[in-house]
């Protein structure tokens, strides 16, 4: 069995493959995508997109797609855009795979599928010499490197040797992939991959290669991408409507909505690799109340009194009033902050969250709250603090969470949090002679913890001087 480190470690190797790995509530939306290419005619040509931010698991989508397609009819096509250097060579490159998955070999819709190539390939002398060397038998590196010296040598000249038109070419492959094609189940599904991080000039050609000089019988395409970098990067090239551009070339388009997923993945990729700990137990404790937002585990209760060592006097003081309407209502605020703001549903962000936090975590509790011996209240303080560190470790400061700082703060995590922590830790009340003085515990488990996140030497001079 392997240890609780090394498989949070395997975890971050995204994207998955298998799967008996689904981690994200895949496979029902994955079979669901495969059945509809399996069964689309194909004499239709097909393009459909998978769309998510970066790190939602497009890739995983894919190669999950690709577990549920029917091998009798789909030969299955995986391009990444992103290992391709220069924007010929993607044109070229693609035109390669799909050429090697025609059927029967060195057929009429090779034959025809070479002479298009022609036209559409630039440099043109370069296209033609590599696809006559493959057909003759040369394998592949080979006939690159031919085609490589052929297009320096004729550059510029090969358009005078073209017989037909690019639109007939196209029509007559279009007719023979047809014939071919239709009255069988059997496709190319050419699945893209990483086109968000292309150059605005190099996702246009992929847009044209998809929409308009591979729009042929027997070929789907498949394509994962993040939409509003799409949309930014179309703009950029003077694409006023860049949605509406990305409409006409697919048929059909799917999502990956990552904000909906906190709860799943928590229990993938946290719970399931609880112990039997109490520092476990503990943390199963937090996590039930603040991703889960199981009410029963909030903070409903806290003692009347407390009492203080200060000064090396123990004093008693009493609490303000704890406005739990508002401290429940601040549970939720937190959650959706942890999503909205810390984009925390997206997988590859939870997954550094997790293991920051698997990891940190039992050392925590041993120093800083077991030995503290926590009231429950405390305890969601010490952990909220430990997520806020995690998180925002540049920004997280005694200063901007204190609650008698009245520093502005611009984050918008931070500011949800240092609301929740004020109502979870009310001021402590004191009265001497009549006259009333407070003192805020939340000042002290703050001031605490920044010390034990970051060790740092002025901090350290300054408690041992207290």
């Not at 010929?88 to 009429?108: C, P």
């Not at 630039?122 to 490589?148: E, I, L, R, W």
């Amino acid at each position: 069995m392997k240890a609780k480190g090394v498989v949070i470690l395997e975890l971050n190797h995204l994207p998955l493959n298998h799967l008996e790995n689904d981690r994200l509530g895949f496979i029902e939306k994955a079979e669901h995508i495969a059945k509809n290419i399996n069964n689309h005619p194909s004499y239709l040509p097909y393009a459909i997109s998978i769309r998510g931010p970066w790190g939602a698991g497009k890739s995983t989508m894919l190669n999950f797609i690709e577990n549920y397609l029917d091998t009798e009819k789909c030969s299955v096509i995986r391009f990444n855009s992103w290992l391709v250097t220069e924007k010929d060579s993607l044109i070229i490159n693609l035109f390669e795979e799909i050429y090697y998955q025609i059927d029967g070999g060195y057929t009429a819709i090779k034959k025809g599928f070479r002479e298009y190539a022609k036209k559409v390939i630039p440099p043109v002398s370069k296209a033609v010499t590599y696809f006559t060397s493959v057909s003759q038998g040369m394998d592949s590196a080979s006939a690159n490197m031919v085609a490589n010296s052929a297009g320096e040598a004729t550059k510029g000249i090969a358009e005078l040797t073209f017989e037909k038109p690019l639109s007939m070419r196209k029509k007559e492959l279009y007719n023979e992939m047809l014939m071919h094609y239709q009255g069988t189940d059997k496709k190319i599904v050419v699945m893209i991959d990483e086109i968000d991080r292309l150059f605005p000039d190099e996702l246009i050609t992929i847009f044209q290669m998809v929409k308009s000089a591979l729009d042929f019988p027997g070929i789907v395409f498949l394509v994962a991408m993040d939409e509003s970098v799409i949309c930014d990067a179309l703009e950029k090239k003077g694409i006023i409507k860049p949605k509406e551009y990305l409409e006409k070339i697919f048929q059909k388009n799917y999502y990956i909505n990552t904000k909906y997923q906190l709860q799943t993945l928590t229990d993938s990729l946290m719970v399931n690799f609880l112990g039997n700990e109490e520092s476990d137990a503990k943390l199963l404790e937090c996590i039930k109340s603040y991703l889960f937002l199981k009410q029963e585990n909030f903070t409903n209760e806290h003692p009347s009194h407390v009492e203080i060592q200060k000064n090396n006097l123990n004093e008693t003081f009493s609490l303000n009033a704890v406005d739990y309407e508002k401290l429940k209502e601040s549970y939720y605020k937190l959650y959706w902050s942890l999503i909205d703001d810390c984009n925390l549903s997206n997988p590859r962000t939870f997954l550094k969250f997790s293991q920051n936090l698997l990891e940190v975590w039992p050392e925590f509790y041993r120093d800083f709250i077991y030995n503290k011996e926590m009231q429950k209240y405390e305890l969601h303080a010490a952990f909220v603090t430990l997520i806020a560190f995690i998180i925002k470790p540049q920004e997280f400061s005694y200063d901007i969470l204190s609650n008698s700082s009245e520093q502005k703060i611009e984050d918008s995590l931070l500011k949800v949090v240092k609301v929740h922590l004020s109502l979870l830790l009310p001021d402590l009340i004191k009265h001497l002679d009549e006259k009333r003085t407070s003192y805020s515990v939340n000042d002290n488990i703050i001031r605490e913890a920044l010390y034990y996140f970051n060790k740092y030497p002025d901090l350290s001079r300054s408690r041992l001087s207290d």
